[in-house]
């Protein structure tokens, strides 16, 4: 079917790289979208008085966070940040692998997948740029929180 086997090996390492891409993104997905089954019961405890106390007076509050829940938010946090740098380096790849493609002789000479390519690597390079500008709003955000913390320290 290819004759050219440079093409076949970058169009693999492509589509295993776009498999490895998806993988990621769907955790991250599931990590912020989908609400796990402790956060849903650690939020609220209920409180409720003598066993005299009809059951439908019983009210909740929100539960007071512990010292291992903030050091779980923080392992959280770093696998986030781990995961999300799996991302970066994985579009990375997919990128510099796109662009060896589209240098293949024998993509040069096929318009319909150089322009199938092409779309790819600019989807590539639009989510490596995504992903700087996060990254440095993430940065100017964690800025600004220490400023205002040693701001509100100096009272």
């Not at 740029?129 to 320290?153: H, T, W």
Request: charged share 30%; with cysteine; proline share 6%.
């Amino acid at each position: 079917m290819n004759r050219n086997p440079e093409r076949s090996a970058s169009l693999q390492k492509y589509l295993a790289l776009h498999f490895q891409q998806t993988r990621i993104r769907d955790a991250i997905q599931r990590r912020y979208f989908s609400p796990s089954p402790d956060s849903r019961n650690s939020s609220v405890s209920p409180l409720s008085s003598s066993p005299s106390t009809p059951p439908h007076s019983t009210f909740y509050t929100h539960a007071i966070p512990t010292i291992p829940e903030e050091v779980e938010d923080q392992d959280e946090t770093d696998d986030s940040e781990e995961e999300d740098q799996k991302l970066y380096d994985i579009n990375r790849q997919i990128k510099y692998t796109l662009t060896d493609l589209l240098n293949c002789d024998s993509t040069r000479t096929d318009p319909k997948f150089r322009a199938w390519v092409q779309s790819r690597l600019m989807d590539a390079e639009m989510e490596l740029r995504r992903q700087r500008k996060r990254r440095v709003s993430d940065d100017r955000g964690s800025q600004e929180m220490v400023e205002s913390i040693a701001n509100s320290m100096e009272i």
